[in-house]
């Protein structure tokens, strides 16, 4: 139990285009899921907080405008990339939360920027 | 604030011999207390938690734990390391009395286990 997909899993885009990542949660409803960046060999940074039926929390240093993030429903969190830029390329992933304890988390997106 | 840290950025430990990931943390108040891996190019594995009781925790794949308050540590151990638990390890940790509340990660540490 407990399975978060991501979808897509790799995604190339032109600069200046908007890209959309889907996050669910396949087997449980997830109240909050959360939105994680990764650069190489690096460590998981929070982007934002994401609860369902109301706005995201972003962390501070995140453009809430460039990075948009939509929780719909208990199994569904998107985050959209507009005007991706070359710098915005990374490892985006995506965890929802169960029982408020541990976070289940996505495969990941690898975004490239071209 | 809460902080985690994984003093190596790798470890490099024999097939067959015991491994050690280290972990310390900060945090106000209690902590809640998680070990993942990462495989390259994939999304994070919960190997397992601390929330309360027994300080020696048991996770997936022979990992355990121990949480040790006095020293503010959570280091990750197994006895006979295998070839295919080299991978990323992250330690995590969060304060407990917040619901939902955001996992700070440590740097990560690279573990090799040679043949």
């Known amino acids: 139990g407990a399975v978060v997909s991501q979808h897509p899993s790799r995604v190339i885009c032109k600069s200046g285009t908007s890209v959309k990542i889907e996050c669910r949660s396949l087997?449980?409803?997830?109240?909050?899921m959360f939105w994680y960046r990764q650069f190489p060999k690096q460590s998981l940074m929070l982007m934002a907080t994401?609860?369902?039926?109301?706005?995201?929390?972003?962390e501070q240093g995140v453009e809430k405008d460039k990075f948009l993030i939509n929780h719909a429903s208990l199994t569904l969190s998107t985050l959209t990339v507009t005007s991706a830029h070359p710098e915005d390329s990374s490892f985006y992933i995506c965890?929802?939360?169960?029982?408020?304890?541990?976070?289940?988390f996505g495969p990941g997106t690898r975004l490239t920027v071209t | 604030a809460q902080s985690v840290a994984q003093p190596e950025d790798q470890v490099n430990v024999a097939e067959g011999n015991p491994l050690t990931v280290k972990c310390t943390y900060s945090v106000s108040g209690n902590p809640y207390l998680f070990w993942y891996v990462q495989y390259p190019n994939r999304g994070l594995q919960f190997l397992l938690k601390y929330i309360t009781g027994d300080n020696l925790v048991k996770g997936s794949y022979g990992f355990e734990a121990e949480f040790n308050k006095s020293q503010t540590s959570f280091h990750l151990k197994k006895p006979s390391a295998l070839v295919s638990d080299s991978a990323l390890y992250f330690c995590a940790v969060r304060e407990a009395r917040t619901s939902y509340g955001k996992l700070t990660f440590g740097q990560g540490t690279i573990l090799t286990v040679h043949p």
């Open positions: 087997d449980f409803q997830a109240t909050t």
């Open positions: 994401s609860n369902e039926g109301s706005k995201a929390t972003y």
């Open positions: 965890s929802a939360a169960l029982a408020g304890y541990e976070q289940y």
